[in-house]
């Protein structure tokens, strides 16, 4: 049986004892240790929601300098095309820019995180505030959303008309 079935007749030899005592709020372990920890799990996924939102962002953001950026480079780009560049060039020259500057803006977010471990240790559980594995994972991950979020400018500047765009300068 288990412990949740054992507790009316642990409560019935109590009252067995001591009629007048109190009726005991029996627990498991499990469900004892549960209620200790339940405010930090609330933490833990407040703060997975927060970085969620905020790796969402980032992307977006870099999305959109990207295309700002590759919009004022558009006659540029004709120019290259027309002159033999292969599309595959073009997408490694927008994905470079885009990489450049998100490694750029890892190395400040890994700096900034450095500095307020010593706020965040509380909330640490099996983790250094200088886990390498976990500092590179936050790094692959703005990466990896930097590569997806210069990709879409990065092939629409590739598969540009190279004529239609330098007409219209």
């Known amino acids: 049986t288990t412990a949740r079935a054992r507790a009316p007749w642990l409560k019935a030899q109590i009252a067995a004892v ?6 005991p709020e029996i627990e498991t372990m499990q469900e004892y240790m549960a209620s200790l920890v339940a405010s930090q799990r609330f933490v833990m996924r407040l703060l997975a929601l927060f970085a969620g939102i905020a790796i969402t962002l980032a992307g977006i953001g870099i999305y959109s300098v990207m295309v700002y950026a590759v919009e004022r480079r558009a006659h540029e780009i004709g120019i290259r095309l027309a002159l033999g560049a292969q599309p595959g060039h073009i997408i490694g020259m927008v994905l470079g820019r885009g990489l450049r500057v998100s490694i750029g803006g890892a190395a400040l977010g890994v700096a900034g995180g450095l500095a307020l471990t010593r706020y965040l240790k509380s909330l640490l559980y099996g983790v250094t ?3 390498p594995l976990t500092l590179g994972a936050g790094c692959a991950l703005v990466f990896t959303a930097a590569l997806v979020a210069c990709y879409f400018p990065a092939r629409r500047a590739a598969d540009q008309d190279a004529i239609s765009t330098l007409r219209e300068e």
Do not use: E, F, V, Y
């Open 18 to 23: 001591d009629k007048d005592a109190p009726a």
């Open 129 to 131: 505030p200088h886990d």
